[in-house]
């Protein structure tokens, strides 16, 4: 705020107020010893933090679950009955727990940084003097100046207000900006859309409205994403099978009369153990954690990390054009006499309109870089920007009693339809450039009834003086980022509060399809059906105002799609909180910045590519590794059901299927879980994966079993079960191993090395005598272990097929 200059707020409808001396009461703020004071009696706005989780909820989140408690307890009883490699399973379920927690500590560390670098900083008045805070450091009663853009962080009552409009439809639904004047109450989370002005803090903290109601919403998540609720439901399906299962398979074993007790416990364990996906909910914490400390090397602050899985999903993206697609600043290119228009005087109407806003936009800070105020005029009225009426106002006192009142913004809406002028605007837009008219307003600034042609009165009765043309700086980067959506079936929307041609042209430059064909969003139809038929047929959209970006975003997600949206300016707020996932420029507003879900703090959009590449890598490796997982808790439960039926001894030791589990999965999935994935992400997770898996294990159990009863009638005599448990660990591990093969499609070098080595380190343990001893694991004769080999084979000609046929008839 400039000291100095106050206006009054005069009637809560009218935006245009005569400028004033200010309150020399309520003008300097808090000072030092107040602000001391406060803090020492704790009137602090000590806000929960948005980015991360504490340390402890780490822990607690790692090592308290349902699985780790059951495989705990099972651990424990193995370690008083059985040799130490049945107990292995124990120490590796501590090893990804303790991973778990390193990656995820690390992860919350990267989000705090860029969380700081990131923070909304508002301007706050104390001794007289402004200075920007952090929101931690405000306190009880500090007076806090606003301009468009800045969020209001705290609640609080209006001092001055200089045409202040608050848009406050995040917390109330009204679309309508709410006009404040001094007295009115400002709630926390709402934001500026025009004017500046300043208000005390009455509610600081999590007393304030907005911290009350993001308290627990706001938090960092991982449990508002269909891949996490997913792989909850997945989580409970297993729950139902495992307990009468394993209860089946305790009776059984403890029944049967070639076991003494300490072998059957271990046999009991051997088969409830693998039935736990134990490693599935690691493995997702760890590939949304490698994917928050990845981003955050490329200063990308992503503020809620299901929008990391969004993003994969995202097939259409909308873009705003300033500060997007162009950089955020602009030059003056020229300027253009209307009529009999002196350019000096011109010239001089500009500076004072530059100097009459503290805090311009784009446009006018270029127009204040290139016409510095040297007029000495006074400004005796002020009307503030706004992005849904087009343009700003300023009324003068020249001096010798002169007075002028003038307009500047859009030609389009400035004008009528059939002026002249718009040719020449016309023409400087299909080159890509900016164009604003600078009118001579007829009458008062303070006349915003219906006038001529659809515009106001300000508008209609307007004379138009001069075009003033501005060059926007387009983004290197931009171009290619565009491509990079064309060639992942992503569908770009460029939606501007521009003109038109003007935002076609800059789109052509930058190669979007459809540019060509662009569309002035006044002539868009209100009907959400209507609306999307539209968007579905054209790329390029100027003129469109805050709340029909809002509705552009609806009118996409009404036909299924998951919708991006770009933006850096308190025009984009409230589209940005309804799409599926917001993306904010560092250098947004505050309020644009606040919403957003992913915030690229280099400004770079080129980094968006590498955020939609992170989400498809990890929604897509874990519903791979996911479905290895299962493959392993599908054959677990059939083979304990079979051998409570049949009423034989389980196959296995757990050190047996410790072995399996890590060779075919546990090593192989933290790789795959990791490596880059480009594939968009596919809806129904639970749905795709369980196609998948219930078959594939089904067959795995059943050739397993069929093995082991083949082997139960060929060895007899002393050490056949160890004989057996051999067979059957070969023809699960072949199978296994296929299944793996198939999951690590397609292949790259790295992928077939990696299912080469898993072979090979199963190879080694049944050649070398210390690991055959070590995992109890002798192949007898020849005959039995082909017959073993070649059950594989045809189960593993089953998996194929089955694999293929679900690809073929169930694609998604």
């Known amino acids: 705020m400039t000291q100095g200059r106050y206006i009054d707020a005069g009637s809560e409808l009218d935006p245009v107020h005569p400028v004033e001396p200010p309150h020399p009461a309520r003008a300097t703020g808090l000072t030092t010893a107040e602000v001391a004071e406060r803090v020492a009696r704790g009137e602090v706005n000590d806000v929960p933090v948005r980015s991360s989780r504490s340390t ?81 450091e405000l306190v009880l009663g500090d007076l806090i ?122 046999r009991t364990v051997g088969g409830i153990t693998p039935m736990i996906p134990e490693g599935l909910v690691l493995l997702t914490s760890i590939a949304f954690a490698i994917g928050v400390i990845r981003l955050g090397r490329k200063q990308c602050l992503v503020q809620e990390l299901p929008a990391i899985e969004g993003l994969a999903r995202v097939d259409v993206v909308c873009l705003d054009k300033t500060g997007t697609l162009t950089e955020g600043g602009m030059n003056v290119s020229g300027l253009r006499m209307l009529g009999d228009a002196d350019e000096s005087y011109v010239r001089q109407v500009l500076g004072a309109f530059g100097a009459s806003d503290p805090r311009p936009n784009a446009s006018l800070q270029a127009i ?116 990079y959506f064309a060639d992942q079936s992503v569908a770009a929307k460029v939606i501007s509060g521009d003109n038109a041609v003007s935002v076609g042209a800059v789109a052509a430059k930058l190669g979007l399809a459809g540019a060509a064909d662009t569309i002035d969003a006044r002539q868009l139809p209100t009907d959400q059906e209507e609306m999307a038929d ?10 469109v105002s805050p709340q029909q970006k809002r509705d552009m975003v609806a009118a996409l997600q009404s036909r299924g799609h998951t919708v991006a949206m770009t933006g850096d300016g308190v025009n984009d707020v409230l589209a940005l909180k309804d799409a599926d996932v917001g993306v904010s420029m560092g250098s947004g507003s505050e309020a644009t910045r606040a919403v957003a879900q992913i915030v690229l703090l280099n400004n770079s959009f080129a980094t968006l590519p590498s955020v939609v590449a992170e989400g498809r890598r990890v929604i897509g490796n874990v519903t791979r590794v996911a479905t290895l997982f299962l493959v392993k808790t599908v054959y677990s439960v059939l083979l304990a059901i079979l051998v409570s039926c049949f009423q034989i001894e389980y196959p296995f030791l757990p050190r047996h299927l410790t072995m399996l589990s890590t060779l ?66 070969l023809t699960l591990f072949l199978v296994s191993m296929w299944v793996l093969a198939i999951i690590a499609r397609p292949y790259t070098w790295w992928r077939v090395c990696l299912v080469l080595a898993m072979a090979a380190a199963f190879l080694l343990v049944m050649v070398v005598p210390a690991l055959q001893h070590f995992f109890a694991l002798k192949l007898v004769g020849a005959a039995m272990p082909w017959l073993g080999v070649a059950i594989a084979a045809v189960a593993s000609l089953g998996v194929e097929l089955v694999w293929r046929w679900v690809d073929r008839h169930h694609p998604s």
């Open 56 to 136: 402890a909820d780490i822990v607690r989140a790692n090592v308290f679950t349902r699985f780790n408690a059951i495989i705990g307890v099972l651990w424990v009883i193995m370690l008083f009955v059985a040799p130490i490699q049945d107990s292995l399973f124990g120490f590796v379920i501590i090893a990804n727990t303790g991973i778990g927690i390193v990656q995820e500590h690390r992860a919350k560390k990267t989000l705090d940084g860029l969380a700081v670098i990131g923070e909304a900083k508002p301007a706050v008045r104390r001794d007289g003097a402004s200075a920007e805070v952090s929101t931690s």
């Open 145 to 266: 100046e606003l301009g468009p853009g800045d969020k209001v962080v705290v609640d609080g009552e209006t001092v001055e207000a200089e045409g202040l409009e608050i848009d406050e439809s995040l917390l109330t639904g009204e679309a309508e900006p709410v006009h404040k004047k001094p007295g009115d109450p400002m709630m926390s989370g709402s934001f500026v859309v025009a004017g500046g002005g300043a208000f005390t803090a009455t509610r600081v903290g999590r007393e304030a409205y907005a911290a009350q109601l993001a308290d627990e919403a706001s938090r960092f998540t991982l449990v508002h994403s269909e891949l996490r609720s997913g792989i909850s439901t997945i989580l409970k399906y297993v729950t139902w099978m495992m307990v009468p299962t394993a209860a089946g398979l305790i009776v059984s074993q403890l029944v049967h009369e070639r076991h003494d007790l300490k072998d059957s416990i271990a």
């Open 368 to 483: 204040v870089d290139t016409y510095p105020d040297s007029s000495g005029w006074r400004c005796t009225q002020a009307l503030p920007f706004s992005s849904a009426r087009k343009y700003s106002g300023a009324a003068f006192g020249e001096g010798g009693g002169t007075t002028s009142a003038w307009l500047l913004g859009a030609p389009d809406v400035l004008l009528p339809e059939k002026d002249p002028a718009l040719q020449e605007v016309g023409r400087l837009n299909e080159e890509g450039l900016r164009v604003l008219l600078l009118a001579r307003a007829a009458g008062d600034l303070d006349d915003d009834s219906g006038g001529e042609g659809g515009r106001d009165a300000r508008a209609a009765g307007a004379r138009p003086t001069a075009l003033v043309v501005l060059e926007q700086r387009l983004r290197p980067e931009a171009a290619e980022t565009l491509a």
């Open 534 to 543: 539209s968007l579905d047929s054209h790329s390029v959209f100027g003129r």
């Open 664 to 729: 075919t999965i546990g090593i192989p999935a933290f790789f795959l879980a990791l490596a880059p994935n480009k594939e968009r992400a596919k809806p129904h997770f639970v749905r795709r994966v369980l196609r998948y898996s219930i078959p594939c294990g089904a067959i795995a159990g059943a050739a397993t079993f069929v093995a082991y009863l083949i082997a139960r009638h060929y060895y007899v005599g002393a050490g056949s079960l160890d004989a057996e448990t051999s067979v059957a660990t």
